[in-house]
Structure formats: structure tokens, C-alpha cells
């Protein structure tokens, strides 16, 4: 996992995004919190399932899907299969030890 570290990568709603295989981050005192690492892990595993590529297809036609649903941008995101996942596990930093593959499924 390499950490990158760049404040104008990102949009201002972001504290940080993966991009396979980088966690790129606004601000270098995340690197220090666990649970946020955590939760972008958990993206990078994802990624990796679904051979990176198809994520971020998947990711967005589920966030343009959503957004349709809600008609708010911060409720569709909350809601995307992949976040719901990284969002519910972020505190259990064992849950990739144990994680099953595409798990995420259980949370569309």
C-alpha cells in the first residue's frame, strides 16, 4: 500500500481516494489515523476483486444510480455498495483478515 499525500488531487468533500494501487490523501496526519487507513483498505481490496477497472465503473453507474434514488449527492455516495461496506467494517481492523470475497454484494 503506498500513501500519497496531495491536497489538490482531491475535491474539497474528500479527505482522500484510492487509486490502485495508492491511497491518496489531503492531509499527512491521516496517515496516522487507523480507522480512516482502514476504510480505504477496505477499496483497495475491492479494487482488487473486481480486477480494478470494472470498480470504478461499477462505483459510478451505482453513485449516477443512486443519485437518481435520492436526488442528493452525499445520500447517493453514503449509499454506493462499496462505501456502505468500507463505512460498516472501518472500526474492525481485523475485518480483512477475515473478509469474504465480494462482500460488498451483501450491502447493494
Keep these: 500500500m503506498l500513501i500519497i499525500v496531495n491536497k489538490y488531487l482531491i475535491g474539497r468533500h474528500f479527505a482522500g ?3 490502485w494501487p495508492f491511497i491518496v490523501i489531503k492531509d499527512s496526519t ?3 489515523d487507523e ?3 482502514n476504510h480505504e483498505k477496505i477499496h483497495l ?3 482488487v ?3 480494478v477497472v470494472p470498480f470504478y465503473i461499477l462505483y ?4 449516477l444510480i443512486r443519485w437518481v434514488q ?3 449527492s452525499d445520500k447517493a ?3 454506493i455498495s462499496f462505501e456502505r461496506e468500507a463505512y460498516c467494517n472501518e472500526h474492525d481492523l481485523s475485518y480483512l483478515k477475515n473478509r469474504k470475497t465480494w462482500s460488498f454484494i451483501k450491502y447493494l
Design 70 to 72: 435520492y436526488r442528493n
Design 30 to 32: 491521516l496517515k496516522e
Design 77 to 79: 455516495y453514503r449509499n
Design 49 to 51: 476483486e473486481l480486477l
Design 35 to 37: 480507522i480512516f487507513i
Design 60 to 63: 459510478l453507474s451505482e453513485y
Design 45 to 47: 481490496r475491492q479494487q
Design 17 to 19: 481516494i484510492v487509486l
